[in-house]
């Protein structure tokens, strides 16, 4: 190369602004006149608002963690045990945020997880999320136990894809009729959890005695089932062929039980509160949610029992990975459940760094718990996985500020996530460098 050639006028490049600046300007304009953002955009902060804002039930559900809390703390320490080493003077002035995953196109690598029981922070949180998740064209995975029906939620999504979560109960005309409903509410893809064959020990919940399901509230998609209401119709029916009366002492607690589910059922309450209905609903639903039994051989009829993308949730081992690409499922969750069920696991960004190691580049793997901000989500493409699901942080937008709430945490993470490229010189989420990341020194 000559020196002429070194001085030369390098070629003009595109200067497309991308989410991070449009962010960052509309956050700043509106600050010119005195307004703030519904949300903070500091994590920190956002947790201490969500928490004054939440009922003492709502946050043990949605902010508590298995045992003593350390899998969320593991969750947490594997971020900062890794450090992000930006690039300069690398010219890339545009990003490609988008990425397809298990047939599905996503406009960032983002997904809105399932949380269940939501209603105990919004009455009407499946759909104020799906109401956000349009909005900002993010895909929501219906959660399984939620509090509105997934047809309803599907109509308020637009053109913004769903799938739909899949707890695997122990009627398995129920496994069908709820996939047949997510096949035709427009799924894009199934989602089955595999880690809540059965409810964690979870102290803060514990210490409150507060199961939201005991009273009705999460098991929305099960009231409006026909499978799920022929199974109730025949559980009071053998009730009243045998004679068995109720056995519950009848004390102003059980009396405020018996109303909450009263109210929290479909249709009238003074109607409901002279059925069996949704006593008998809840009862049925704390019976066959989940199967404890639930096996590989359990996974290997979903082929022959729907035509959608099958994803698994809840993987933490290569083995068990291995095992799932084997039964040819579309992708994995590598997941702890945000620390909900086992305490002391190994953390998803650890599980994850072990995984894509063991099966190779191709296979298509999305990390679950832990997901903070768009910088974690920058760490988790660069340790492999294809995209990430958002659980706790949308929550507590929603608590902080409903819908709005939800909105403007998802635009904080995208935009932090398109800020952290173009300091970085990546250029494209499907091809972040693993040398981008390395161990934290300061650990």
């Not at 104020?128 to 995975?141: F, I, K």
Request: charged residues 20%.
């Amino acid at each position: 190369m000559t020196p002429t050639d070194r001085t030369a006028t390098p070629a003009a490049q595109p200067t497309e602004v991308g989410p991070g600046r449009r962010r960052q300007g509309e956050i700043y304009q509106a600050g010119t006149v005195g307004r703030l953002p519904v949300v903070p955009t500091s994590f920190e902060e956002l947790e201490r608002r969500a928490r004054r804002a939440s009922s003492t039930k709502g946050w043990a559900y949605v902010a508590g963690g298995a045992g003593e809390g350390r899998t969320m703390r593991n969750n947490r320490a594997a971020f900062d045990r890794w450090a992000i080493v930006p690039r300069m003077a690398h010219g890339g002035a545009t990003r490609d945020l988008s990425v397809d995953v298990a047939g599905t196109r996503l406009s960032s690598p983002l997904l809105l997880a399932p949380v269940g029981a939501g209603q105990l922070i919004d009455a009407d949180c499946d759909l104020h999320v799906a109401r956000a998740a349009a909005a900002t064209g993010v895909p929501y995975v219906f959660t399984n136990q939620g509090g509105t029906p997934m047809e309803e939620c599907a109509a308020e999504m637009g053109s913004t894809p769903h799938w739909m979560q899949l707890y695997w109960s122990t009627d398995e005309g129920l496994v069908d009729s709820l996939i047949q409903r997510a096949e035709a509410s427009g799924a894009a893809a199934l989602v089955v959890t595999l880690d809540t064959t059965t409810l964690g020990w979870r102290p803060q919940d514990l210490t409150l005695g507060s199961l939201p399901f005991a009273k009705g509230l999460g098991i929305g998609q099960y009231t409006s089932d026909p499978r799920f209401r022929e199974i109730v119709a025949d559980r009071i029916r053998a009730a009243k062929a045998s004679g068995a009366t109720s056995d519950v002492k009848i004390t102003p607690g059980a009396v405020r039980a018996l109303l909450a589910m009263t109210r929290n059922h479909p249709g009238s309450f003074w109607k409901n509160l002279r059925h069996p209905v949704p006593r008998a609903s809840v009862e049925t639903f704390l019976d066959i949610y989940s199967n404890p039994g639930l096996s590989w051989d359990h996974i290997a009829t979903l082929r022959d029992r729907t035509s959608l993308p099958v994803v698994l949730k809840g993987i933490l081992h290569p083995d068990d990975a291995r095992t799932a690409l084997e039964l040819g499922v579309d992708a994995i969750v590598v997941s702890n459940h945000g620390g909900r069920q086992v305490d002391s696991s190994i953390a998803s960004l650890d599980a994850l760094i072990a995984i894509r190691d063991a099966i190779g580049p191709d296979p298509t793997v999305l990390l679950d718990s832990g997901i903070r901000t768009g910088a974690d989500v920058f760490m988790a493409l660069a340790h492999g996985a294809d995209a990430c699901l958002l659980g706790r942080p949308y929550m507590y937008g929603l608590a902080v500020g409903g819908q709005r709430g939800v909105e403007e945490v998802v635009a904080n993470i995208v935009a932090e996530l398109d800020l952290t490229m173009a300091l970085t010189g990546a250029t494209d989420v499907k091809d972040v460098p693993r040398d981008m990341v390395v161990p934290n020194p300061s650990r």
